[in-house]
C-alpha cells in the first residue's frame, strides 16, 4: 500500500510526457501508415518502445539526480551555448509543433461538428487560461485527466472496429526487405520521429523537478517511463488498426473522416476517433509549450528556485503566445497539412541529435549524476538506441527532398 501511494505520488511527468507523445501530428502518421500500409507498422511500432524507453527514462533521471532541467544542466556543466544550440532547434521546429495540434484539434471537433472559427479560438483561450492562471499541480492534474480520455477513446474504437489479428500477425512476419522499400522507410521515419520529439525531454526533467521529486522517486519514475512508453506505442499501434480499411481517406478532412469511419462501427467510431484526436492535440498544445519555455528560460539563464519554474513558464509565456496565435490561424486558411506533418516528424529525428547526445554525456557522468550515472550496459543501449533513430531518419532524406 504504501509503494502504491508513492507511485500515485510520482505519477505525472513520464506518463504525462508518453501520452501527450501521442499528439494530433503523431495520429495523423500513425493514420497514414495503416491506410497506406495496412498493419505493417506494428512491427515497427513495438520496437520503438525500447529507445523510447531508454531516451527519457535518462530524462527522468537526470532531472531527478541534478535536481535541474536538462537545458540547465547543459548550461551549468558544459556552456550556454551548447544549451542555445540545444533548446533553440527545439523551439524553432515546436511552431510546426503548435500547427499540427491545433490542426488536431479542429479537425477532430469538426468530425462532431464544431465549426474551426469556434474550436480553435476555445482552444487557444483555455490554452493560455491553464497557463497563467494554474500551479503546477493543478496543470497535471488536468492533463492527467486528458490522458485518461484519449485513452478511453482509442481503446474502445479498437473493439468496435475488431481488428483482424490473423492479419495484425502477418504483418509483423513480414520479410525485412520490405522495411527498406523507400516510400514505407520514410514512413518509419516519420513514426520514429514521432515517437521521441525534442521537447519530451526538456519535459520530463523540467517536469520531475517543478514536481518536487528527487532521488527516492528512481524506481517509481523508471516504472511509469515503462508503462507510459508501452501504453503509448499500444496506442500508436490502435490508431494504425483503426485506419488499415481507410486507404485514400483524408486524415484533416472532418467529413472525409467521420465518413470512412462510420461505416466500421456506426458513429461511435468517428466520435471516439475525433474526441481523442482533439484531445491529444490539446494535451501535446500544454506540454510542448511548457518543455519549450522551460528549455529556453534555462539555456538563457532565466533562474528560479525549484518548484518557481512553473511561475517562471507564466512569466514568459507571453512571447510563446505570440508564436502560437499564427499556428493557430495557420489551420483556419492552409488545408493541406498531411504531408507538412509527416515531413516535421522527420524533421524532428534531427532536431533531436543535440539535446539527446547532451543528455546523453550527463547521463553517463558520474560527477553529475553520482550513483545514479548511467551504468556501462544501460550506456550501451542508450547509445546503440540513438544511433539507430538516427539512421531511420537518415534512410528518409531522399524521400523527404523529393
Excluded at 495540434?101 to 483555455?126: D, Q
Excluded at 500551479?135 to 484519449?150: H, M, N, P, Q, W
Aim: glycine letters at 8%.
Amino acid at each position: 500500500m504504501r509503494r502504491l501511494r508513492t507511485f500515485l505520488f510520482v505519477l505525472g511527468p513520464a506518463w504525462i510526457v508518453m501520452i501527450a507523445d501521442v499528439d494530433a501530428p503523431s495520429i495523423i502518421t500513425a493514420g497514414e501508415s495503416g491506410a497506406q500500409f495496412g498493419y505493417q507498422m506494428a512491427l515497427v511500432l513495438l520496437l520503438l518502445i525500447v529507445p523510447l524507453f531508454f531516451i527519457q527514462e535518462t530524462s527522468g533521471r537526470v532531472g531527478l539526480a541534478t535536481g535541474k532541467g536538462l537545458a540547465a544542466v547543459i548550461r551549468d556543466s558544459y556552456s550556454k551555448d551548447l544549451a542555445a544550440v540545444a533548446a533553440l532547434p527545439m523551439f524553432l521546429t515546436d511552431f510546426l509543433g503548435y500547427v499540427g495540434e491545433y490542426t488536431g484539434i479542429a479537425v477532430g471537433l469538426g468530425v462532431l461538428g464544431i465549426s474551426p472559427l469556434i474550436s480553435i479560438p476555445i482552444a487557444f483561450v483555455l490554452h493560455a487560461t491553464l497557463v497563467f492562471t494554474g500551479s503546477y499541480r493543478k496543470t497535471e492534474r488536468i492533463l492527467l485527466a486528458i490522458s485518461g480520455v484519449l485513452l478511453f477513446s482509442y481503446v474502445l474504437d479498437v473493439f468496435l472496429v475488431k481488428p483482424n489479428m490473423g492479419y495484425l500477425m502477418q504483418a509483423i512476419a513480414m520479410p525485412f526487405h520490405s522495411y527498406l522499400q523507400p516510400s514505407f522507410a520514410f514512413m518509419v521515419a516519420a513514426n520514429v520521429g514521432a515517437v521521441i520529439m525534442p521537447w519530451m525531454l526538456f519535459y520530463q526533467t523540467g517536469a520531475v523537478v517543478e514536481k518536487g521529486l528527487d532521488t527516492s522517486h528512481v524506481r517509481f519514475e523508471r516504472f511509469e517511463t515503462l508503462l507510459g512508453a508501452v501504453v503509448s506505442e499500444l496506442l500508436m499501434i490502435a490508431i494504425v488498426v483503426v485506419a488499415t480499411p481507410m486507404d485514400g481517406v483524408d486524415f484533416l478532412s472532418p467529413s472525409s473522416l467521420g465518413q470512412a469511419l462510420r461505416p466500421l462501427a456506426g458513429g461511435y467510431a468517428a466520435i471516439l476517433f475525433a474526441v481523442g484526436l482533439a484531445s491529444a492535440g490539446f494535451l501535446a498544445l500544454v506540454t510542448i509549450s511548457l518543455a519549450s519555455t522551460w528549455g529556453i528560460a534555462e539555456a538563457f539563464g532565466w533562474r528560479a528556485k525549484i518548484g518557481e519554474r512553473f511561475a517562471l513558464a507564466r512569466n514568459f509565456y507571453l512571447a510563446y503566445l505570440i508564436e502560437t496565435l499564427p499556428a493557430a490561424l495557420i489551420p483556419l486558411f492552409f488545408k493541406d497539412l498531411v504531408k507538412l506533418m509527416l515531413d516535421l516528424m522527420v524533421i524532428f529525428v534531427f532536431v533531436l541529435v543535440a539535446p539527446a547526445v547532451l543528455q546523453g554525456l550527463i547521463g553517463s557522468n558520474p560527477c553529475l549524476m553520482g550513483q545514479y550515472a548511467l551504468g556501462r550496459w544501460w550506456k550501451a543501449v542508450y547509445w546503440i538506441m540513438l544511433a539507430l533513430v538516427v539512421l531511420a531518419g537518415l534512410l528518409a532524406v531522399p524521400t523527404l527532398l523529393s
